[in-house]
Nanobody, 127 residues
């Protein structure tokens, strides 16, 4: 089992920035099953969608078109932590953001939801 704990959400004005963190803990056998880490978000009345993902090996990244150029996903392997730097925030970025540790290949992130999930952190962007 892998436990994911998110932090860093909050209320910010449009144009502002936030950095989300996701700290992972668990057994070595569970960590070995993880192929990628990602951030998803879900706004009220909408489906959960992939925001950004980073591969476990090689560091490949992918972003939703709506956040490309504004958000950056990164990781600190020594701390088992993944970050999402969010700049130039817009009201439409308002959602609950979830950290995900995916057990399927990196290319499946956003297509098939798998693995472990955090409890979510609220991001609210005011206009």
């Amino acid at each position: 089992q892998v436990r994911l704990v998110e932090s860093g959400g909050g209320l910010v004005q449009a144009g502002g920035s936030l950095r989300l963190s996701c700290a992972a803990s668990g057994s070595l056998s569970s960590f070995s099953k993880i192929n990628a880490m990602g951030w998803y978000r879900q706004a009220p009345g909408k489906q959960r969608e992939l925001v950004a993902a980073i591969a476990k090996t090689g560091g490949s990244t992918t972003y939703a078109d709506s956040v490309s150029g504004r958000f950056t996903i990164s990781r600190d392997s020594a701390k088992n932590t993944v970050y999402l730097q969010m700049n130039s925030l817009k009201p439409e970025d308002t959602a609950v953001y979830y950290c995900n540790a995916g057990v399927l290949p990196f290319q499946q992130m956003g297509r098939v939801m798998s693995g472990y999930w955090g409890q979510g952190t609220q991001v609210t962007v005011s206009s």
